[in-house]
Each structure stands twice: as structure tokens, then as C-alpha cells.
């Protein structure tokens, strides 16, 4: 079978941001069943297929499915101030699954009256490019006017008031003489699509960079070629600054690590995670930790008796990564096919002691 794991999805995400740059908006097609995945996947969710090719996606239409609750909770000031007044909604468009999206060029004190004519009307809406910072990102805009499109008088960002701070953070190591870092860095601001000048030891990747998991997988994946270390996401969910990533890397390079009033992520809940499961065998632990790793949460928190899809995630990649795990450690085989009709950790575990 055709395994993937997180280092595959490395091309996906720097072709879909490298063509928004060119002003093109790429999705992932089917050659299965034609079903599109947007933003773009691995493999299709509609059949499972893995055979998928890159669609251009820049000329879509799509119809609003609904308004998401409170017009409050989409009221952030700096992006307002930056990119006009926007709700948050539900987009449809005719071969792929319904996503959440910004909808920009909207008048924000109308959210109710939008509410109530998307539920006796067809709104249709189009993709719209937009810089963000330093990077093109994707939202939405009203094909037609309605009645409830308002364009921005855009007003130009403040300044950020860390940049002092920030600029004396990186004093504390010459960057230039010590390659660990500046990889870690340079990996950052590939993944993030930043200037690496914009980087410093101080910088928190999901407040300052983006809280988008996939470009933290792409970071983690190039540190990992470029450096020969191993980080796993579980792990890399507790860390939050550049020195913290820098840190880890070094310990494991075996190198005097920075000093930095960041804390550096230990392993205690993976210790704990191996406690709470002593009483399970190598099997059961193995899989355990393998849907751990692909799902992002904690080993402790899973038990023979949890559904992947409700309680996990129903997403397809996230199940392709767990099986290559297992099948990789294992040494046994899981056709995607057969993994459909799996719904426990327990399921897996039997199906695995069954070939061993």
C-alpha cells in the first residue's frame, strides 16, 4: 500500500502558498471519485482514494450555508482596522465539503439581517486573495451586493511595541556562529513564509507566526531532515517559542543549550501517558501512542474503548498517519480499505495481534 506520513504534506502546503502568491488558488482532485479537497489534502475524504491531482480552484463559486453565532466573536479590532468589517460563515461549493470561512467586504452592524436573508436566500460568494501581514491568505467575498457589502477604508497597522523587546532577545546569542539555531530559525520562516530577519529566539510561533498546525508540521519536518533529530508533535504542542524548539534540538544534538527565559518542554506527559497504559501490552501501547501522535492529543487520554472518528477526529489523513505508524513499528499491514470499517483503538489492537 502507499504509505504517508507528515513529511508528504511538505509539497502540498508549499504549492498551495507558493500559487497564492501567484495569485492562483490550488485545490486537490479525486481521480477516483472527482471529489476536491479545499485547502488541499493528501488524499480524498469523500472515498479514501490517495490519487489525487492539483484542480485550479481560482474562478469557484460558492453559496453561504449559514452565518456562524454572534457577529461578537468575529469582532477582532487589528484585523478590522487592517481588512474592513467581515463575518464568519459557512461556504458550499458544488464538489467539496462545506468549510468555514472569512467573508470581507461586509457591513458589520448588519450580521442579524445577513443571518435571517442567507436562510430565504441564495447568497453567492467568490474567492478573494488578501495580504495578511506577509503572506496571501484566502476569504470570501458577496458576488452581488444584497444590501450588505461595505468596502474598507483600510487603515495602515500599528506598530508592534515587541520589537524592542525582541531585538534584545536575540543579543543573547550570535546567531552567525551557532548553526543549530539559525536552522531552526531559517526553518520557521520557510515554513511560515516570513522573513528569517523577522525570527529572534524570542518569537512565539503561534502568536507571533500562526497558529496554523500544517505550517508547524513543515517546520518540524525540515528541522528534522536538516538536523537528524526527531521531534513529535505531541511533543511540539508544549513548546511555544523559537528558544524552545532551539533547545529541544539542542539537547538531543547533544549541545550546550541557550539561555532563554522560555521554559523547555520536558517529557513528562509522555511519561505519564506511559504510566497511565502500563497495564496495557507492547500492542495496545504502540497503537495508543501511534493515534496519539497523528491526532495531536495526549497518550493518556486514549483507551481501547475510543472512537476514532467521534472521538478522535474523522479526518482521513490524520487515520493514514496513525496506520503508517502502527504498520512502520509493527511490521504489519492495514489496507485503508479495511481500516473504513474500524471505529476502536481496540479494533486496531485486534486486527494487529490477529497478524502478528
Not at 58 to 76: C, E, H, S, W, Y
Not at 195 to 218: C, F, G, P, Q, Y
Not at 224 to 245: H, P, W
Not at 338 to 354: K, M, Q, W, Y
Request: hydrophobic fraction near 40%; include cysteine.
Amino acid at each position: 500500500m502507499v504509505k504517508m506520513t507528515k513529511y508528504d504534506l511538505k509539497p502540498i502546503v508549499k504549492t498551495y502558498y507558493d500559487a497564492l502568491e501567484e495569485g492562483t488558488i490550488l485545490g486537490r482532485k479525486c481521480t477516483r471519485c472527482g471529489h476536491i479537497e479545499f485547502p488541499p489534502y493528501l488524499c480524498c475524504n469523500e472515498c479514501g482514494g490517495l490519487d489525487t491531482e492539483w484542480v485550479d480552484l481560482t474562478n469557484m463559486r460558492g453559496i453561504v450555508k449559514q452565518a456562524l453565532p454572534t457577529k461578537g466573536a468575529f469582532g477582532d479590532p487589528e484585523f478590522r482596522n487592517t481588512q474592513g468589517d467581515y463575518f464568519a460563515v459557512e461556504i458550499e461549493v458544488p464538489g467539496m465539503d462545506s468549510f468555514n470561512a472569512s467573508l470581507l467586504h461586509v457591513d458589520y452592524d448588519k450580521y442579524e439581517e445577513f443571518d435571517q436573508y442567507i436562510q430565504e436566500h441564495e447568497v453567492e460568494v467568490k474567492p478573494l486573495l488578501f495580504q495578511d501581514e506577509d503572506m496571501k491568505v484566502v476569504a470570501w467575498e458577496l458576488v452581488e451586493d444584497n444590501g450588505f457589502k461595505k468596502i474598507p477604508e483600510i487603515k495602515a497597522p500599528e506598530p508592534k511595541k515587541e520589537e524592542t523587546k525582541t531585538a534584545t532577545a536575540t543579543a543573547a546569542v550570535d546567531l552567525s556562529n551557532d548553526a543549530t539555531t539559525q536552522t531552526v530559525i531559517e526553518a520557521a520562516a520557510d515554513a511560515y513564509g516570513v522573513d528569517v530577519a523577522s525570527i529572534t529566539l524570542a518569537t512565539d510561533i503561534r502568536e507571533d507566526l500562526s497558529n496554523e498546525s500544517m505550517k508547524m508540521i513543515v517546520m518540524i519536518s525540515t528541522i528534522e531532515d536538516q538536523l537528524n533529530v526527531t521531534i513529535e508533535i505531541q511533543e511540539a504542542s508544549n513548546l511555544n517559542t523559537i528558544a524552545d524548539f532551539v533547545n529541544v534540538v539542542k539537547e538531543r544534538l547533544g549541545e550546550e543549550t541557550i539561555a532563554s527565559n522560555a521554559p523547555v518542554a520536558n517529557n513528562s506527559d509522555t511519561a505519564t501517558a506511559a504510566q497511565s497504559s502500563e497495564e496495557l501490552d507492547d500492542v495496545a501501547k504502540t497503537v495508543i501512542e501511534a493515534a496519539a501522535d497523528a491526532y495531536g492529543v495526549d497518550a493518556s487520554g486514549i483507551t481501547l474503548a475510543t472512537d476514532i472518528r467521534e472521538d478522535l477526529s474523522n479526518e482521513s489523513m490524520k487515520m493514514i498517519v496513525m496506520i503508517s505508524t502502527i504498520e512502520d513499528q509493527l511490521n504489519v499491514t492495514i489496507e485503508i480499505q479495511e481500516a473504513s470499517n474500524l471505529n476502536t483503538i481496540g479494533d486496531f489492537v485486534a486486527v494487529v495481534r490477529e497478524r502478528l
